[in-house]
């Protein structure tokens, strides 16, 4: 399960919206920053990220909660959305390049590359509404004063 940190801004039913801060996709590897998603992250900056989540907790509009993602549905989706565009477009491709040529290679591949697109459309909103597809609110954290910096002035 993977999980992050977040704040209720509103509810609706048995679901909440909970704003979440990105983070960055780097966790301090050997290339200290100097690889392209350390790069992304530093021209994108951290932006707040409105989540819909399962609401079993009962966590009201305030409060800080712990959202979860399941890693198994996580790489589904990241499959379908990455690999099936890139698949109608190579399959597409392949497919009009063996029955006409270079032109047809183009055309084909773009026909392939936009099905794939429509499929995915169509994928996305049938488990959109599956039951178990959504985050859900693990639990309530504890919505603590911030802690401010402590400041040494040699006093």
Not at 20 to 29: I, K, P
Not at 88 to 108: E, F
Not at 127 to 135: F, N, S, T
Request: aromatic share 6%.
């Amino acid at each position: 399960m993977i999980e992050e940190q977040g704040v209720v801004v509103a509810l609706d039913g048995d679901y909440a919206e909970v704003r979440t801060e990105r983070r960055g996709g780097c966790g301090g590897c050997a290339a200290d920053g100097a690889c392209g998603t350390s790069l992304l992250d530093r021209f994108l900056g951290r932006r707040a990220v409105l989540v819909r989540a399962r609401n079993p907790a009962g966590a009201a509009v305030g409060e800080r909660v712990l959202v979860g993602v399941s890693e198994a549905r996580l790489v589904k989706a990241a499959l379908a959305a990455y690999l099936m565009p890139v698949l109608g477009l190579v399959v597409g491709a392949v497919v009009g390049q063996w029955t006409g040529g270079d032109p047809w290679s183009i055309l084909v591949g773009l026909l392939g590359f936009l099905l794939a697109l429509f499929w995915l459309r169509r994928y996305s909103a049938a488990v959109a509404g599956a039951a178990g597809r959504h985050p859900v609110v693990l639990r309530r954290l504890p919505s603590g004063p911030t802690p401010l910096p402590i400041s040494f002035s040699g006093h």
